[in-house]
């Protein structure tokens, strides 16, 4: 079974950056998309950005367009969202997810997940 695991939230104030990382376990990381979704208090799961196992970028969310960016690192089995100009509306729990079919902007799509990591953004 594949497990997922983020860390890197926290609080800042707007305009700081953080950077997100998943670890993943898994023989065929390799060959997973992998995405980041958030949710914020009352508001359904939203996709932000994803990841093919090639490495090619697709936005779900035009508003981070810009300032965020996700990457892979194969060999470690991890993956990252870097996150800069951050603003109070980006204040949700980020989540990563991982699907051996490819990326897609429906969460019931996904094969696995992590248990999320709070970002907090101060005005």
């Known amino acids: 079974q594949v497990q997922l695991v983020e860390s890197g939230g926290g609080l800042v104030q707007a305009g700081g950056s953080l950077r997100l990382s998943c670890a993943a376990s898994g023989r065929t990381f390799s060959r997973y998309a992998m995405g980041w979704f958030r949710q914020a208090p009352g508001k359904e799961r939203e996709f932000v950005v994803g990841i093919t196992w090639n490495g090619d970028t697709i936005y779900g969310a035009d508003s981070v367009k810009g300032r965020f960016t996700i990457s892979r690192d194969n060999a470690k089995n991890t993956v990252y969202l870097q996150m800069n100009s951050l603003k109070p509306e980006d204040t949700a729990v980020y989540f990563c997810?991982?699907?051996?079919?490819?990326?897609?902007?429906?969460?019931?799509?996904?094969?696995?997940w992590g248990r999320g990591t709070q970002v907090t953004v101060s005005s």
């Open positions: 997810a991982g699907r051996l079919l490819g990326i897609s902007s429906l969460p019931s799509m996904w094969d696995y």
